[in-house]
């Protein structure tokens, strides 16, 4: 079933916060194979992946029909230990391209404060429901 074009400009609030520890960072450097000097550019996919499944939950999209075809983040500042952060997702575009939904999302990871640390851009693709499945 293709993505509904609708749904740009809808919000998708990551379940809950997150708190950047020591330990996350840690283990999120140790997944990357890297050390845990300062916390990685890349750790706040974390949140938004978690932003990115309440998307995709809501919107009854299944995870094993999407190809990430893009990430991107852009901050205002660096993240530090004892960060608390929420996200929310936002749909910024829906295309069809040859069969499949390109879907544009862009997260805001924010702090406790409720000020903007940095956004997070995704291109998703979704592969759509496979010839005789519904």
Same mark, same amino acid.
Request: hydrophobic letters at 45%.
């Given at each position: /079933?293709?993505?509904?074009?609708?749904?740009?400009?809808?919000?998708?609030?990551?379940?809950?916060?997150?708190?950047?520890?020591?330990?996350?960072?840690?283990?999120?450097?140790?997944?990357?194979?890297?050390?845990?000097?300062?916390?990685?550019?890349?750790?706040?996919?974390?949140?938004?992946?978690?932003? /990115?499944?309440?998307?995709?939950?809501?919107?009854?999209?299944?995870?094993?029909?999407?190809?990430?075809?893009?990430?991107?983040?852009?901050?205002?500042?660096?993240?530090?230990?004892?960060?608390?952060?929420?996200?929310?997702?936002?749909?910024?575009?829906?295309?069809?391209?040859?069969?499949?939904?390109?879907?544009?999302?862009?997260?805001?990871?924010?702090?406790?404060?409720?000020?903007?640390?940095?956004?997070?851009?995704?291109?998703?693709?979704?592969?759509?429901?496979?010839?005789?499945?519904?």
């Amino acid at each position: /079933m293709p993505v509904d074009s609708a749904l740009v400009g809808r919000a998708f609030p990551a379940p809950a916060p997150l708190t950047v520890t020591e330990e996350r960072v840690t283990a999120f450097a140790a997944s990357l194979g890297h050390d845990s000097r300062g916390v990685p550019p890349t750790f706040p996919i974390v949140l938004a992946f978690d932003a /990115m499944q309440a998307f995709l939950d809501a919107e009854q999209v299944d995870l094993h029909r999407i190809v990430h075809g893009e990430q991107r983040f852009t901050y205002e500042r660096p993240l530090r230990i004892g960060d608390e952060l929420r996200a929310t997702l936002v749909v910024t575009g829906v295309r069809r391209i040859g069969g499949a939904d390109i879907v544009a999302t862009a997260s805001e990871i924010r702090d406790a404060a409720g000020e903007l640390v940095c956004t997070g851009k995704a291109t998703l693709v979704h592969g759509g429901a496979s010839e005789g499945e519904q």
